[in-house]
């Protein structure tokens, strides 16, 4: 069934609200735990990073934050960075800090057993509070690799206690304004068991922490078989849902491109956005990129990326809520399973082609870069300095 031009144009509307912010690590080199890929024109510091975020949002017009890694993304003038930034018509959105590339982390950072040690990791988001304050961020995003390896290695007990412990004083240190959104993962690095491996330990220390301290969803870090789009839901219910890390996995946390693996997951995930009014852009839910892309160029993998979140979002806000509502009240499996079914497959790319061009952008942005000649211009120019990469 196709859908109605009244149900097209509410579609077109929240479509044209919709922000997606991308992550400035995904413009560096990246790879697997064997090798590194280098790429031509890959950015030499951060300036250059937020210069290629800047080409994705110019061709997508929907992607105008940028997140910054600490310390991958330290520079001597934050100010002249967020000047830079607003200058190519984009902002710095939130702040990861890194608790995994030092070697007094080994046996944990916010959770290790050495008090020294928790101090310095509680120092390193201090560090990247001052960032935010600097660049006008709001967010605090904080994925803790923490976890143990062996049984009896560590008290898991006390290890949460020394993370609540140590998020209360980063919490403690956030402006009012400040959002504190806490990760979590599955396994990896540690394989035994992770400091926080689910969604409902990361929402226990939220709520122990304060309004102000919400859940980060990653796609990637859940076990096989898992139903994200129901811990969506039990998220947004608690309203802790505080944002998304959006990528693809086939096995584990891949980091692929986001609904490369499963695009029904993702429009199963969007869905439940939808319902709960979460789109909106006042909802406090930010919709985040988190990818590595090894083999494919950086900027049209972004651009895809979003295109992807984009298509998925369309689709969601083309079901029939109220012949779905129907359905479900009456007990119709097949007919509420057909309606969303109905809205999946709808061919989205025309309603968003002409959202594109009614904001001035080109229908097509894939193509539309291509034809920039960006691409060929940054390899000219990048010659010399260090490309950044995974982990620099």
Known sequence: MSPTPEALAAARGALAQQTIELPSWAFGNSGTRFKVFAQQGVPRDPFEKIADAAQVHRYTGVAPRVSLHIPWDLVDDYDALARHAKDLGVTIGAINSNLF??????????????????????????????????????????????????????????????????????????????????????????????????????????????????????TGHHAPGTNIEFIVAQLLRAGRLGAFDFNSRFYADDDLMVGAADPFQLFRIMHEIVQAGALAPDSGVIFMLDQCHNIEPKIPGQIRSVMNVQEATAKALLVDRSALTDAQLAGDVLGANGVLMDAYNTDVRPLLAELRAEQGLDPEPLAAYARSGYAETIVAERVGGTQAGWGA
């Open 101 to 218: 590339q030092d070697d007094d982390y080994m046996l944990g950072s916010l959770t290790h057993p050495d008090a020294r040690v928790r101090a310095k990791a509680v120092q390193h988001h201090l560090q990247c509070i001052d960032v935010m304050r600097a660049t006008g961020s709001q967010d605090l995003k904080l994925w803790l690799p923490d976890g143990l390896n062996y049984p009896g290695q560590d008290s898991i007990r006390a290890r949460q206690d020394r993370l609540a412990e140590g998020l209360q004083e980063i919490y403690a240190a956030l402006d009012p304004q400040h959002r504190l959104i806490l990760e979590y993962k599955f396994f990896e690095p540690a394989f035994y068991s992770m400091d926080i491996p689910d969604w409902g330990t990361s929402l226990l220390h939220c709520l122990a922490l304060g309004d102000r301290a919400m859940v980060v969803l990653d």
